[in-house]
């Protein structure tokens, strides 16, 4: 059976000046495969480039066996990947909880009642059904991150990418976000600098440098305690 996502020397310019420059990965199914790298190496514009939400200069790019080449190819791709943006803020833009965690699936073409429905369902699977009828302005930062992530989960996608997703997370909130992630049996990537969350999740790690992606080896360092780290494969740990 065919890669997820097949990503093949892409390349992505800003302000004329090279952000990716040849980084190719593939993702298979049931894959949780996380991206490391430093602040400015461009992750955030590999998440969006795989989505066609920023412009790709040169390099292939399929999604579920189907070349993305134009909108129109990414807009079918779309609707089988959740995408988890960095900040919250610029995911949640309906009054109330219930009515942010529908509009996926509304989008999706079910009728009002039945969105309504997968949502609470949605809710319900994070325990977070009492939240429903909340703004969304007034929740915490961790409450908005598990929100947003139903979102994701009532759209019942087969794959979604997590951009920093511990961002604002307190423990409680994000044992529960941890969990949900632990439990689902599609496909991610992941981008995180929480090396410990990282490597609780991820069954893969990529490392994004100069452009390009390498792979690397998700492990434990012991001392007198343990920490974990991720390393390019093939280095000296």
Do not use: W, Y
């Not at 059976?1 to 990716?20: E, T, Y």
């Not at 929100?147 to 759209?155: D, P, Q, R, V, Y």
């Amino acid at each position: 059976m065919g890669n997820l996502i097949d990503a093949n020397l892409i390349a992505v310019q800003r302000d004329g000046r090279p952000v990716l420059s040849g980084a190719s990965l593939t993702l298979c199914r049931g894959e949780k495969l996380a991206i490391v790298g430093p602040n400015g190496a461009g992750k955030t514009t590999l998440l969006r480039a795989l989505v066609g939400l920023e412009p790709v200069a040169s390099g292939t790019l399929s999604l579920f066996g189907i070349p993305c080449r134009r909108e129109a190819d990414f807009r079918v791709a779309r609707r089988r990947i959740g995408f988890l943006f960095q900040d919250s803020d610029d995911q949640l833009f309906c009054p109330t909880v219930l009515e942010d965690v529908s509009f996926g699936p509304l989008n999706l073409g079910q009728t009002p009642s039945g969105a309504e429905a997968t949502a609470r369902q949605a809710l319900d699977d994070l325990g977070l059904g009492h939240l429903a009828d909340r703004l969304t302005h007034k929740l915490s930062g961790g409450e908005k991150r598990l929100i947003c992530l139903a979102g994701l989960f009532a759209m019942k996608p087969d794959v979604i990418l997590l951009d920093e997703p511990t961002n604002g997370v307190d423990a409680v909130n994000q044992a529960r976000f941890e969990a949900a992630l632990q439990s689902f049996d599609g496909a991610m990537i992941l981008v995180s600098h929480d090396e410990a969350f990282v490597t609780r999740i991820a069954t893969r790690g990529m490392l994004l440098e100069h452009g390009q992606l390498c792979p690397a080896e998700i492990h434990l360092h012991r001392h007198s305690h343990v920490h974990p780290h991720l390393h390019r494969s093939g280095l000296p740990s």
